[in-house]
């Protein structure tokens, strides 16, 4: 399988007046064409920072300290900003959680779906409103040539992330992030979108990086995981191996707090305490103050490292017990 991303020892780091936040320290992953990454951690694991990244959108004052971003083995975090503005939304798009990051609001849709055909292929106005009202309709919005002349107040919250993601979708990039564009949307259309973009990745060989701290969402749509916690990777592998016997004692905890997993009338399960502040972060493994089997060895920092084969943690006491020999 040829690689579309690869993501080296990636270091976002910003520089703020209380001291240097380091939200992405060292994180590194491949995105093969075709295939679906789910980057998954709580609020604050530096997941967003990483996507931003990729595509040059940290504002100061962050900024990309070190590592490398080879998109098509060309590196990105040394590419200029004119290089990006002609990558962004043609080749690599970005679906924000909130849609008005994506959407003008004194613009019509159909203006604004059109002007993005338009500043990135030579085609004719009617082609491009004609795959504008196509993609509307590939995200399950009703009557599509009357929704292209609405503005965004005229849709719900919910209809305007359709939007978002249908112009997303407008130019079949070959690399969409994805940022938890679906916790607005109910159930059905979730599950629609989820589906279409399955779709698109099978069959134009799109790659899909998709960042959520919903497992269930992972589980039925990407291929891959990376969790992430406190700006590191912590645990990578295939999806269906590393939920179904996780190494990390973080990831353990994430998926034993996910309702469906508790026995009916049992307390949930949760992990103890807070996330440490990116300002302030322990010696050694970031979560050993959380960590049931944490002891002396912690206090040094775990390299990530192969524990089976395609099986990726940074643990010095993962959970390899029901993981076979």
């Not at 040394?78 to 990006?84: C, I, K, V």
């Not at 406190?230 to 905890?253: I, K, N, S």
Request: one cysteine or more.
């Amino acid at each position: 399988m040829s690689t579309t991303l690869e993501v080296r020892n990636l270091r976002t780091h910003f520089f703020t007046r209380a001291g240097v936040v380091k939200a992405v320290d060292g994180v590194s992953f491949t995105v093969g064409r075709g295939q679906v990454l789910g980057l998954v951690g709580e609020s604050g694991s530096g997941k967003t920072v990483t996507g931003f990244s990729i595509i040059g959108l940290v504002d100061p004052p962050g900024r990309v300290v070190e590592g490398e971003i080879l998109f098509h083995g060309r590196n990105l975090a040394t590419a200029s900003e004119e290089e990006l503005r002609h990558l962004r939304g043609n080749r690599i798009a970005m679906i924000f959680q909130d849609p008005m990051m994506t959407l003008n609001p004194v613009l019509r849709v159909d203006t604004q779906m059109i002007e993005t055909v338009l500043a990135h292929e030579k085609v004719s106005r009617e082609e491009a409103r004609q795959r504008s009202r196509d993609a509307l309709g590939m995200v399950g919005i009703p009557s599509p040539d009357e929704r292209l002349k609405s503005y965004p107040h005229q849709f719900s919250g919910g209809m305007r992330q359709r939007v978002a993601i249908a112009i997303a979708l407008l130019h079949r990039p070959e690399l969409i992030i994805a940022d938890e564009p679906t916790t607005a949307l109910d159930v059905t259309i979730q599950g629609q979108i989820l589906a279409e973009v399955q779709k698109l990745a099978a069959t134009t060989g799109t790659s899909l990086i998709w960042i959520t701290h919903d497992l269930s969402v992972v589980a039925g749509l990407a291929d891959e995981i990376a969790v992430m916690y406190a700006g590191r990777v912590v645990e990578g592998g295939e999806v269906g191996a590393v939920l179904d016997a996780p190494f990390h004692p973080y990831t353990v905890g994430l998926i034993g707090s996910v309702p469906s997993r508790n026995r009916r009338g049992e307390p949930l399960r949760q992990i103890p305490g807070m996330t440490p502040s990116l300002l302030k972060l322990p010696a050694g493994c970031a979560f050993r103050s959380r960590c049931p089997r944490a002891d002396e060895a912690c206090l040094a920092m775990p390299d990530l490292l192969e524990l089976r084969p395609g099986r990726r943690a940074r643990c010095f006491h993962p959970h390899l017990e029901g993981a076979g020999a």
